[in-house]
């Protein structure tokens, strides 16, 4: 297959100031017309998350790019994004697999595809270049071992504990909705199929062991999560930065889902070209070990040579034997659209 460079819509020299467009296929006229902008800001993108601190650190050192990042979920990007329009604070987020593609269809993206466009799978990207995973992401458990006695390794040894289980916020977050289809998958259902998830946590929540913590490094730290339900990179990321002796990091045995984050790139960016060359860098070499640094499983994975201690970092791939994407992209876009009502109305309901 042809390789493809740099086949976006960089434009036709669009003027726009000391931010003209570079010419699709020139790195260098991208990378001096970034230079010429001089900064990037991110939304969904802080330091703590899958180590971007090491990828902003680069950027500036290379190529003088400043950052700010606001933290925010992956619908709160999005409104952002169609909120600001031409008022943009906000160049470029990160978000969940499944909120790419209403990212789209709200118009609120441009589209950029880096020079290593041809070794990214084509479950992992959008067509037109609008999206694309920069690294997956597998919902695991992270157990708190100091507060449970007898570590879940399954959904179904879940569901018989006597601990509490921290999920997060399903109306918003991508991590949670995903932990919802982990659990439907694991009792036989799917993307199409998510209610035996709901029915999962909905006996939980009448157990009342249902938390309403969000698993961060923060409730982890206080010791407010008993077991958290979190993507593998974020649950090893925090066991490592508060006490690897404290947690457990696991993939449940009896299924779970891989996907992943996208950078989105925003249609009214003040910062275009910066937020361009950003993708470039994070799907490039350096910028795919600098997220294994932090745990997450790059995307170009089977192109790349990780150094040894970084594939330490990484949960031995036999936990993942179980492990399966999403198979209808379509079908998962409809149903993550319905789930935080249908968390309200068969989980929510049920809390004691």
Do not use: C
């Not at 040894?157 to 991508?174: Q, T």
């Not at 999962?200 to 490094?217: C, D, K, M, V, Y």
């Not at 201690?309 to 031995?316: M, R, S, T």
């Not at 998962?332 to 049920?350: D, G, M, R």
């Amino acid at each position: 297959m042809k390789r493809l460079l740099l086949a976006s819509l960089l434009g036709s020299a669009i003027a726009m100031g000391t931010s003209a467009m570079a010419a699709e296929g020139d790195v260098q006229a991208l990378e001096k017309a970034a230079r010429a902008e001089g900064e990037v800001n991110s939304v969904g993108m802080p330091d703590s998350w899958a180590n971007w601190k090491d990828t902003w650190a680069d950027l500036a050192k290379q190529y003088g790019l400043k950052h700010m990042d606001t933290d925010m979920s992956s619908a709160q990007e999005i409104a952002k994004f169609a909120a600001e329009k031409d008022n943009a604070t906000a160049d470029i987020g990160d978000v969940g697999a499944a909120f790419g593609p209403i990212a789209v269809q709200q118009d609120v993206t441009q589209p950029y595809k880096p020079t290593t466009w041809e070794q990214i799978p084509d479950w992992a990207k959008d067509k037109d270049g609008h999206w694309m995973l920069a690294y997956t992401g597998s919902i695991a458990f992270i157990v708190n071992k100091q507060l449970v006695k007898d570590i879940p390794t399954s959904w179904a040894e879940l569901k018989k504990g006597k601990y509490k289980v921290a999920i997060g916020d399903v109306s918003a977050a991508a991590q949670a909705v995903n932990g919802v289809l982990a659990a439907a998958i694991a009792n036989g259902g799917d993307e199409k199929n998510i209610q035996p998830g709901l029915d999962f946590f909905a006996e939980i929540a009448e157990q009342g062991r249902l938390s309403l913590s969000n698993p961060t490094i923060q409730t982890l730290e206080k010791g407010e999560v008993e077991v958290g339900v979190v993507w593998d990179f974020n649950g090893l990321s925090y066991r490592d930065q508060i006490d690897p002796s404290r947690f457990e990091v696991l993939i449940p045995s009896d299924g779970s889902v891989i996907s992943g984050y996208t950078t989105i790139i925003n249609k009214y960016a003040k910062h275009p070209n910066a937020a361009k060359l950003a993708r470039e860098y994070i799907l490039s070499d350096a910028g795919q070990i600098n997220l294994a640094k932090g745990n997450a499983r790059p995307i170009r994975a089977e192109h790349l040579t990780l150094p040894e201690d970084v594939k330490a970092k990484l949960l031995p791939n036999a936990q993942y034997a179980k492990v399966q994407p999403i198979k209808d992209a379509a079908a998962w876009e409809a149903t993550s659209k319905a789930l935080p009502q249908l968390w309200q109305e068969n989980v929510i309901i049920n809390m004691q």
